[in-house]
């Protein structure tokens, strides 16, 4: 008897019943979801699931991967294509693909919405954040509004990682990298991982505008410092939109501190942090 298919539609239908219980419509749109704004779709690309059984732990379960193509067009910044990766365990096959497809709606898309509504996400470790950047080769410091995606932490049973990603929220650890990335005024993302395992000990995973950025998890790994105690892992998402020019006098501070560290270089470079987290 040949093995049953897993149900992969239940990743669209998840996302369809979170997106009804935020109040949108949303509708089938080719091979994807219009998530009801407009315009915000949703498409499941390549998606994996299998059953394990390993003779040490964690023993038997299973396990499933779903690749996700976002494409948004919110106001004033023109068309993008985001692209997430989502794996996760679950009690069945069906299990953790809707497993997948919630992480998804919980991590991810809310700092995308939050593009379209003007509203934070709501969850422990979301907020807001201020940055400023300058440009030598465009003589111009932008300021930049960081949207930061719900804090996922799983298997922190002693709350110790909370506490540590509360005192040093995620996306400190890797801010130099991110601001060596805010060149030019226009939409970026980042996705952030963190883990401790038995096999692999303490690992860091960042994409940055859907690019594997090395530097970044190498700073992530020196910022973080000595490993927690248990098996865990964290993900958290970022969406990064500029929200204007930077003062006169900001400007010319900044104009000042970029031409004596990165002289003849069109490097960004970062002066100022605000804002908070829950």
Not at 71 to 95: C, W, Y
Request: proline share 7%; with cysteine.
């Amino acid at each position: 008897m040949d093995n049953p298919q897993p149900d992969f539609g239940i990743v669209e239908r998840t996302w369809e019943g979170r997106l009804r219980d935020r109040g949108l419509a949303p509708s089938r749109v080719g091979t994807g979801i219009a998530t009801g704004h407009q315009r915000l779709e949703l498409y499941r690309q390549e998606t994996q699931v299998a059953e394990f059984d390993l003779d040490q732990p964690p023993g038997h379960g299973f396990i499933g991967s779903v690749e996700v193509k976002i494409v948004l067009e919110p106001p004033s910044f023109g068309e993008f294509e985001v692209r997430d990766l989502v794996t996760q365990r679950g009690q069945s096959l069906e299990g953790a693909l809707e497993t997948c497809a919630n992480t998804f709606m919980d991590v991810t898309f809310p700092p995308l919405e939050a593009l379209f509504t003007g509203k934070r996400p709501e969850g422990p470790g979301t907020g807001t954040l201020t940055l400023t950047s300058f440009t030598i080769g465009l003589d111009r410091a932008i300021k930049w509004g960081v949207v930061l995606g719900q804090l996922q932490i799983l298997n922190d049973s002693n709350g110790e990682v909370r506490a540590g990603l509360k005192s040093q929220p995620p996306v400190t650890l890797m801010l130099d990298t991110l601001t060596g990335h805010l060149a030019e005024p226009r939409l970026h993302w980042c996705k952030l991982y963190g883990a401790n395992t038995p096999v692999k000990g303490l690992v860091f995973g960042c994409s940055i505008d859907g690019q594997k950025s090395p530097q970044a998890e190498a700073e992530m790994s020196h910022k973080f410092g000595g490993p927690l105690s248990g098996e865990w892992e964290f993900r958290q998402f970022l969406a990064v939109r500029p929200v204007g020019d930077a003062d006169p006098q900001v400007t010319a501070e900044l104009r000042a501190r970029a031409a004596a560290a990165f002289p003849e270089k069109k490097k960004s470079w970062w002066s100022r942090l605000f804002g908070g987290a829950t």
